[in-house]
Structures are given as C-alpha cells and as structure tokens.
C-alpha cells in the first residue's frame, strides 16, 4: 500500500511539472492550441455617415468612412488582415447569408476604410440598388489570421446615380497614356462657355506631348503650333518638363497655356519639416494629388507651388477635411508608410478632402 501511495506521489509530481510547462507557452509534447480560444469583434463596426445620396457631380469625393476595433488573435506576431463584405440587408439572414456578398480587401492591420462616391454608387448597382430610390445597404467586416471572423453586420442608407456621359469636358489623350481618347485624363467646362480648366500629370521624361479632343474619338482633335495657339489636327503640344501642369484650353480664340501646378505635404511629420515642401504626384485618373512614402510622428499640411499663398490645414484627425488658410494641421501619431490622398472641392476651392492610409 506505501509502494502504492509512493508511485501516485511521482505521478501528481510529473503532471504538475507538465501544467506549469504548458502555463508558460506549452512545449513539444503538450503544445498550445491556440485554435480553440475565442476571437471575435468586441463592437459593432461604424459607418460615417449613416445616410448618403450619391451625386455624379461629387462622384471624386469620399462618400462613407467605415472603421472598426482591432481583433486580437492568439498569434500576436502575424498580421491580421481585414476586408470588408456589403449586401443587400435580405441576404443577411438565414443558411445562405452573406453567400453573394460583394467584398473588398482593406489590407494588413487596417482599422478603417473611405470610399469614394463612384465606387459605392458602382457597388450598390451591381446589389441591385435602383438609382434616386434611398435603399438600406449591410455590410459587415471579416478579420483573419489562422481563421476567419465576422463583426456583427450594419446598415445604412444609400441613394446611388444613374452615370450619364458629360460633353462639357475636353479629352487629353497623349503618349502618357497611349493616345486613347477614351480612357484620356479631361480638363472640365468652366463658367465660362468654351474654357476648359484641369491639372494634368506628366512625370515621363519621354511622355511629355498630348493633344485635346472634343469626345473620346478623334473626330475633332486641336494640337499646337508651338506658340500657344491650337490647330485643328495640328502638331502635338507638349510641357517643358516632366510634373504636373494646370491646363487652360480657350476654344473661342483656340489657345492654350499650360503652367507648373503642384500640391506637396509640409510640416514635422514630413520628410523636408517645415523647411521645404515633399511634392505630391497627381492621378490623371483618380483626379486626386498622392504622396506614398515614410512619415514621422509630428504635423502634416498641404500647399500649392512650395508657397504659403495657397495652404490647407485640417481641424481634427476625424473628419479628414482641410480648409484654406487654416492654421491647423494633421498630426501623424505613428511613424511609418503612408498613403495620402488630396483632392480640392471642385464647388467649393475653400475645403479640400484628404485620406491618410498606413501601408
């Protein structure tokens, strides 16, 4: 019976020795399955604003910002990836819900995603949305890692556009692009009948020449003669050097000018400081300035031509909006890779929209 007590003490010692191994991570023989613990979204995800109409007018502009807490996983070390699914709110519910979701992928570690006003318009027709009729759209956010999880789904209300095709625009096609009229940058209509006004971006040091057309063909088509004038079928302009250019076009007394045009970020969070302007590239198609690259922690602005005369500051970090002549900046909280995106309000050159994404 002693002998028997003895070998029950060895065992209770040996299986102790064992749960203080795996207390500390688990080890080769007793490993830790991580599979088995937990993980979900803790809230809701929010979506801002929580009803919009859609306009083809501001189809350049952001339309919703959605954001949501971070998921923790039991694998701390590898990235979480999050991407967003949308779907009609009927679709949601039952064996087959979510089945025909439309999803987006949002990237590593992401906490929060803007959309623009064509993008969302485009993704509430394609869900069956009818254009000028105020409809509910859900969408819910996935986060994984070893394993998929799903934050609990949301709605809010969208009116989406029907597309029509403007003819108060000029096309730009050029070598940039591979003298395509259709699928060419364009310079808008201004308030003035027949001046056409619109930045154009040429960063090609070979790509410098371009042409105007009046549709996306090139039946009527205006070059230049070298001196500032057009030409009907004439020879290619072009821009002195590669950057980016604010382009006037006057088709009452067929001229054109074409001056150096560019938008930087300045301030502690950007690589020149305070003491000199990191220029921002411009999206012919996106119509938008964009500067990728590394950021310190510190304050961040926008200013045209590396002058103060024309300069935009942001009030908070929340509503990624800046106003001209604004004393308030940005401020970058983390140092890292960033995305930014600029765009002026084509009604409104006071306010500007702005979008600062980790990379």
């Given at each position: 019976?002693?002998?028997?007590?003895?070998?029950?003490?060895?065992?209770?010692?040996?299986?102790?020795?064992?749960?203080?191994?795996?207390?500390?991570?688990?080890?080769?023989?007793?490993?830790?399955?991580?599979?088995?613990?937990?993980?979900?979204?803790?809230?809701?995800?929010?979506?801002?604003?929580?009803?919009?109409?859609?306009?083809?007018?501001?189809?350049?502009?952001?339309?919703?910002?959605?954001?949501?807490?971070?998921?923790?996983?039991?694998?701390?070390?590898?990235?979480?990836?999050?991407?967003?699914?949308?779907?009609?709110?009927?679709?949601?519910?039952?064996?087959?819900?979510?089945?025909?979701?439309?999803?987006?992928?949002?990237?590593?570690?992401?906490?929060?995603?803007?959309?623009?006003?064509?993008?969302?318009?485009?993704?509430?027709?394609?869900?069956?949305?009818?254009?000028?009729?105020?409809?509910?759209?859900?969408?819910?956010?996935?986060?994984?890692?070893?394993?998929?999880?799903?934050?609990?789904?949301?709605?809010?209300?969208?009116?989406?556009?029907?597309?029509?095709?403007?003819?108060?625009?000029?096309?730009?096609?050029?070598?940039?692009?591979?003298?395509?009229?259709?699928?060419?940058?364009?310079?808008?209509?201004?308030?003035?009948?027949?001046?056409?006004?619109?930045?154009?971006?040429?960063?090609?040091?070979?790509?410098?020449?371009?042409?105007?057309?009046?549709?996306?063909?090139?039946?009527?088509?205006?070059g230049s003669d070298g001196n500032g004038n057009l030409v009907f079928d004439g020879n290619n302009a072009e821009v002195p050097a590669p950057g980016s250019y604010k382009i006037i076009v006057n088709l009452n007394?067929?001229?054109?000018?074409?001056?150096?045009?560019?938008?930087?970020?300045?301030?502690?969070?950007?690589?020149?400081?305070?003491?000199?302007?990191?220029?921002?590239?411009?999206?012919?198609?996106?119509?938008?300035?964009?500067?990728?690259?590394?950021?310190?922690?510190?304050?961040?602005?926008?200013?045209?031509?590396?002058?103060?005369?024309?300069?935009?500051?942001?009030?908070?970090?929340?509503?990624?909006?800046?106003?001209?002549?604004?004393?308030?900046?940005?401020?970058?909280?983390?140092?890292?890779?960033?995305?930014i995106t600029f765009k002026i309000d084509g009604a409104d050159p006071s306010v500007a929209y702005y979008t600062v994404e980790p990379q």
């Amino acid at each position: 019976m002693r002998k028997l007590n003895k070998n029950l003490f060895f065992l209770l010692f040996a299986l102790a020795l064992i749960g203080c191994e795996k207390e500390e991570g688990g080890t080769a023989f007793n490993p830790e399955l991580t599979t088995l613990k937990e993980v979900r979204f803790m809230e809701a995800p929010e979506v801002f604003p929580a009803s919009v109409v859609l306009t083809q007018d501001s189809q350049d502009l952001p339309a919703i910002n959605i954001a949501w807490n971070k998921v923790d996983f039991p694998i701390k070390e590898a990235p979480v990836e999050y991407s967003i699914q949308f779907d009609l709110p009927g679709n949601t519910l039952g064996e087959t819900a979510w089945g025909n979701a439309s999803s987006v992928v949002v990237g590593n570690d992401v906490l929060s995603k803007s959309f623009l006003v064509k993008d969302l318009n485009e993704r509430a027709k394609d869900l069956g949305l009818l254009p000028d009729e105020a409809a509910p759209l859900a969408f819910r956010v996935r986060a994984y890692v070893d394993r998929a999880v799903f934050s609990e789904g949301v709605s809010f209300l969208v009116t989406p556009y029907e597309e029509t095709v403007s003819a108060d625009f000029l096309y730009v096609p050029g070598t940039y692009q591979g003298w395509d009229p259709a699928t060419a940058a364009t310079l808008g209509g201004t308030a003035v009948e027949g001046v056409f006004e619109g930045i154009l971006g040429l960063y090609d040091p070979l790509a410098p020449d371009f042409k105007f057309t009046t549709g996306p063909n090139w039946d009527e088509n205006y070059g230049s003669d070298g001196n500032g004038n057009l030409v009907f079928d004439g020879n290619n302009a072009e821009v002195p050097a590669p950057g980016s250019y604010k382009i006037i076009v006057n088709l009452n007394d067929l001229t054109w000018t074409a001056e150096p045009h560019t938008f930087g970020i300045i301030g502690t969070a950007t690589p020149g400081g305070w003491d000199s302007d990191t220029d921002m590239q411009y999206n012919n198609m996106e119509g938008q300035w964009e500067y990728k690259g590394e950021l310190a922690a510190g304050a961040l602005k926008f200013r045209l031509n590396d002058q103060w005369t024309v300069n935009y500051g942001s009030r908070n970090n929340t509503d990624l909006m800046a106003f001209l002549d604004d004393p308030g900046a940005h401020t970058i909280d983390i140092p890292g890779n960033y995305l930014i995106t600029f765009k002026i309000d084509g009604a409104d050159p006071s306010v500007a929209y702005y979008t600062v994404e980790p990379q």
